[in-house]
């Protein structure tokens, strides 16, 4: 099968581009992360990351509710008490300055793949606030593993993991140490905490932060 | 300061090379590995090596000492009760068709430096044994991030660690888990350790195993 071995030897020589592409770009710059994420569209982690979803107690609820967050009233979700999920996720997007992300339609779901993308893709920073990561490249390795650990083929997530090793390795030893600590952490607290895949985030924003984390068996 | 600008980049590309070569290359493969050490090989990381372990209590008499291995007899060290440090040392060596890497004589022992080299590189098997790391893929994984948890800014570890992460991603998804589990877990473990550095191990051949980890605070 000579186009089969081809095309394959090709999509992993993409990765690996995108890959080398990220060590040399600043942290966090989006038009690396995209071609990244771009070069990891591979059907096959993507299959393997469905069964193991689809295998997850409570599934065939969630993927047929399909919960999605919809525009985000940030602003409301502000005058929430201090100690609520709601306060928490406020302070995190208009603290940080940042929009609302990979807002999908209702529309735009049409079967379990469409809304995995669109789900895994609209709670990043949901992620960031239960997992207690900031926005710093230390936050950021935390989130990754994080991520990592909960959807388990996730060859996005690996790469940015072993990105950011390979840049302490060559531009910056010296904080390892750190890139390394963030990394067990996020990894240890995604493999102990419950699924988060397909909640409707909706239902908790008036939740104490660390009543939510405790449901989600989430150890900050 | 156009010709140290050269030099670096040259030392930082040969290092990704190095890298990329072992992205391609069999798990364990020596030659690979080599060329991955000699491009590590840099002063910087080097001297903040030094001074960390030097920081480290007990540190002046570790240097005036120079503790080494020299030839270790395998075949007596396997006659020792089954639960001693020494039979573990053996049957890992023995067990697994291994030579002893690295013997260094008293004389190629000169100063500070020539003996860190010379006693990180004989220990490895050692440090194996008490990290509970076999000599599959991932107890390598695991013995690399203790390695790296006790040698703050030795790139080669870390370069290492981002190699198999890399390797994953691209080739082996589906093990990522194995291999991040591995990862964290001797990560911890090195950070959690007492220093490993400049022990004489030939004082404790027969110490039953568990004590001595205690002794160390490695939590297998």
Same sequence: chains 1, 2.
């Avoid at 509710?65 to 302070?91: C, M, N, V, W």
């Avoid at 603290?95 to 993308?117: C, I, K, R, W």
């Amino acid at each position: 099968m000579p186009d089969t071995e081809q095309t394959q030897i090709t999509w992993e020589e993409n990765l690996i581009e995108a890959f080398l592409g990220m060590l040399h770009a600043k942290d966090g710059d989006l038009e690396g992360i995209a071609q990244l994420g771009a070069a990891c569209r591979d059907p096959k982690s993507f299959e393997i990351m469905m069964e193991k979803l689809q295998a997850e107690p409570g599934a065939k609820e969630k993927f047929a509710r399909r919960a999605l967050l919809g525009i985000t009233d940030f602003a409301s979700l502000q005058q929430l008490p201090k100690q609520t999920f709601g306060f928490h996720y406020a302070e995190h997007m208009l603290g940080n300055g940042m929009e609302q992300l990979n807002v999908t339609s209702e529309a735009d779901v049409t079967d379990d793949y469409s809304y995995m993308f669109a789900h895994l893709g609209e709670t990043h920073d949901v992620w960031h606030v239960l997992s207690d990561s900031n926005v710093t490249i230390y936050g950021e390795i935390k989130v990754a593993a994080f991520s990592a650990a909960q959807i388990h083929t996730s060859r996005f997530w690996y790469a940015l993991m072993a990105k950011n090793i390979l840049k302490a390795t060559v531009y910056n030893i010296e904080a390892g140490t750190d890139y390394l600590d963030a990394m067990s952490q996020g990894w240890i607290m995604g493999r102990q905490a419950k699924s988060l895949f397909g909640v409707d985030w909706r239902e908790w924003w008036e939740t104490p932060i660390d009543e939510l984390r405790a449901e989600f068996n989430i150890v900050v």
